[in-house]
């Protein structure tokens, strides 16, 4: 049990997240697997500054992460209200307008 | 590591792991918010593990407290539209990327799982409010004045880009 489980567990989580981000249909569910995915690069970057604890640079780091993090989720929100308006409808499937 | 700081970790390992698989699982985006919070409140626990005591303190704060608030209140304001049905046709596409995402997870776990460092005592205020809070204002200042900015740029396009166009 070293710092290498940290690592195995973070790679595991951000596959769950890609996964949820590339199967699901769902702009919601898409928003929260790119909140998995951070998360999981948040996990990285903890367990690598408690392997080299001279610094606080990877906790420094993860903050920053957070908080962008924050920021693009009210944009992405906002960016599905506005979607919700025109389309009445969640699925990406159907933002088709771009594609033709 | 400690036998206890070990237990913690398998204990929320699990719980992180099962409530972000419970997230991309799940039909209703309610429930699916609620995998969500199982795993962002087992990672904060986690974080404890790696001396991080502030970092889970934050993530409680803006992950629990906001961010999931903020899904649960877009879930409540869209209503029954938020879910969207099953997946028809096209099954094709998405096997192909399942199969591409377990292999990339696979690979990477394995060789990550490799990685070996001893744990080393951690210096006095590690990740403590005093240690982090000092690190961030001596190194990184300026990034951090930033992030106001950001989030202050944030705010103002959300509400841009959301607002009703009543005419």
Known sequence: MGIGTYLALASVLFGIGSAGFLVRRNMLIQLMSIELMLNSVNVLLLAFNRAYPA??????????VIAVAAAELVIGLAILIAYYRIKKTLNTDDATLLKY | MT?????????TAIFAMAGGLFTIWARRPLRAAMGLLVHIISLAAMFLTLDAQLMGVLQLLVYAGAVVVLFVFVIMLIGPAAEVGPIEGRVAPRAVSIAIVVTLALALSTT????????VEVPENFGTVEGLGAAIYQQAA?????????LLVAIIGAIAVA?????
């Open chain 2, 112 to 119: 990550l799982a490799r990685f070996d460092a001893p744990w």
């Open chain 2, 142 to 150: 300026a990034p951090f004045e930033i992030i106001s900015i950001t």
């Open chain 2, 3 to 11: 036998l206890p700081g070990a237990t913690l970790f398998v204990v």
């Open chain 1, 55 to 64: 610094n606080h640079d990877g906790q420094i780091f993860a903050f920053f």
């Open chain 2, 163 to 167: 607002r009703s166009r009543t005419e």
